[in-house]
């Protein structure tokens, strides 16, 4: 499939954020249909409760406004209890694959809301935490879902160390965020470039890399960033989108690239305005850089 076929969106563009007091939460269904006047083509599910899963209306309901699900993001605290995160991915995997989705999105919680603290772990927690992410790939497949680790700020798999713990001590593949990652101190294109056969995943996002400094340097907290404009559309920030498609694709990468904006909200946008117009922009970036790639190719 082409690139502009496996191009998706996630409800945190819009704001819309499992984190406790994270801001304003527009309604699903403005942002979903947004998302298909876009142009996208699925979507991540977003918080537990976001989509009708009670209601077990979560197909008919993107149907209705032309998306698929791709799969969803799953925080679980890993380097304790490893039989209670697993059953967290089980229930997760079996959620998101009985709506269509195949991607369970694993983050490395660290038991506290939010994503402006960091934990260390001693060596034994990280023997269960890679142990308990190998043991999370087979739980997922045997649902027929794939299990893909996502480092992410506020999380304890955040910086090139502890990615490096995850690549060198397990299995499992990866969710390229190329936001998390350059903010966590870690250059997503020399990551896809030297690890591309463990990438199962894109969050495509870009950054201001002077904002991003900035919190890795203890000056601003994550969320306060976010609110001074840390995210930016794709082509606007300091990420190498071009490299990072060109090394994935080159590579034989078939997955979805996910456009993410993480974005806090004080209060509902007109209609037209705020966050559509930036994944827009990124989704016609993401086209254009892809479209030059298979001219360069052919």
């Given at each position: ?5 496996r191009i998706a969106g996630a ?13 304003h939460q527009i309604a699903p ?158 250059d997503p294109y020399e990551l ?107």
């Open positions: 499939m082409s690139i502009e076929q409800p945190i563009s819009w704001g819309v954020c499992e984190v406790p007091g994270w801001g269904e403005r942002v979903f249909t947004e998302m298909r006047d876009v142009g996208l083509a699925a979507t991540e599910a977003g918080p537990a409760d976001f989509l009708p899963w009670a209601d077990g209306e979560v197909s008919a309901f993107l149907a209705q406004r032309g998306l698929g699900l791709v799969g969803g993001f799953v925080p679980a605290v890993l380097h304790r209890d490893r039989d209670a995160a697993l059953a967290d991915v089980r229930e997760a995997a079996r959620r998101l694959v009985g709506a269509g989705g195949d991607v369970v999105v694993l983050a490395a919680a660290t038991g506290e809301h939010g994503y402006d603290g960091r934990t260390e772990l001693s060596g034994a927690e990280w023997e269960v935490l890679t142990g308990t992410l190998d043991a999370a790939m087979d739980v997922g497949a045997g649902l027929g879902a794939r299990v893909v680790l996502h480092p992410h700020m506020g999380t304890l798999v955040e910086g090139a160390d502890d990615v490096a713990r995850v690549l060198d001590g397990s299995a499992i593949p990866l969710c390229v965020d190329t936001g998390h990652l350059l903010i966590g101190g870690v896809v470039r030297d690890a591309v056969s463990r990438v199962a995943h894109v969050h495509f996002k870009d950054v201001d890399a002077a904002l991003a400094a900035r919190v890795r340097a203890g000056e601003l907290t994550y969320t306060t960033a976010i609110t001074q404009g840390l995210y930016r559309a794709l082509g606007e920030g300091d990420v190498d989108v071009a490299g990072i498609v060109t090394a994935l694709e080159n590579y034989g990468y078939a997955g979805w690239y996910v456009l993410e904006q993480d974005l806090v909200l004080a209060e509902e946008p007109p209609a037209g305005a705020g966050p559509v117009r930036d994944v827009r922009a990124s989704r016609d970036l993401l086209i254009s850089v892809g479209t030059g790639f298979a001219a360069n190719r052919g």
